[in-house]
């Protein structure tokens, strides 16, 4: 799926979003270098894993020394990803929505816009699993704030989407309200169901943090406004 163009086109390049881009499957090439047992080690130290997190509250000095770690990870687990299909469908929704979100907010903004989106849906799923000694990582948290910033700054943007019949594939134009308020709900119905049947869906099962993705979604939302999404655009 692509966006079309609106009546507010891009006007500059996004180099922030392209930077994320490159980052994040730099990061995945070294993890295909990785024999399984260290990939799991590199999993388990930069990855979230929530009940060390949860661990780690109980320190008093939970800021410094190893503990430190528990809470870096909820940035570094952002460029970490499980698998091609993973990183490639994370990437392309960071290339359609991200860029107008970078031109709207200023790179520095849009910077700390993604990174507290993806801490505040880490935290999110965190809050619905704390003992889980799986590990969680990806950019679909950060990812789903900016699409929950999208859609109510370009609510109207038209959404080229891929839809299969069959053998045949067509294609149809979605509202971005629409596209995207329709996978929110899917995300918050399958973070619903998760609460009752942990052992096949969500991240107890090690597949999708549901969770996290609405999280990000509805935190992209808010914080958004709060860092200039309807101001006029800086130059940065």
């Excluded at 929110?184 to 609460?195: D, T």
């Excluded at 993705?213 to 406004?225: D, I, N, Q, R, T």
């Amino acid at each position: 799926m692509v966006p079309l163009k609106d009546d507010n086109p891009v006007r500059i390049t996004p180099y922030l979003t392209y930077a994320i881009i490159a980052i994040n499957i730099l990061v995945f090439l070294y993890e295909i270098t990785l024999s399984p047992q260290d990939l799991d080690t590199f999993f388990r130290t930069w990855a979230v894993v929530p009940a060390e997190l949860t661990r780690s509250f109980h320190y008093s000095s939970g800021f410094a020394g190893e503990k430190a770690a528990e809470w870096l990870t909820l940035i570094t687990s952002q460029f970490m990803h499980a698998g091609l299909a993973h990183v490639g469908g994370n990437m392309l929704y960071l290339w359609i929505f991200g860029n107008n979100l970078e031109e709207q907010l200023g790179r520095v903004r849009f910077l700390i816009f993604y990174l507290a989106c993806g801490v505040l849906a880490s935290l999110t799923q965190w809050y619905f699993a704390p003992l889980s000694e799986i590990p969680s990582l990806g950019a679909s948290g950060a990812i789903a704030g900016v699409m929950g910033a999208y859609i109510i700054r370009y609510p109207k943007v038209r959404i080229l989407t891929l839809i299969p019949l069959g053998i045949f594939i067509t294609t149809i134009r979605i509202p971005a309200f629409i596209f995207l308020g329709i996978w929110f709900v899917q995300q918050a119905f399958y973070g619903v169901a998760s609460l009752e049947v942990t052992t096949n869906v969500g991240m107890e099962s090690g597949g999708i943090a549901y969770w996290a993705h609405a999280g990000g979604f509805v935190f992209g939302a808010v914080l958004g406004p709060l860092l200039g999404l309807f101001n006029p655009r800086p130059r940065l």
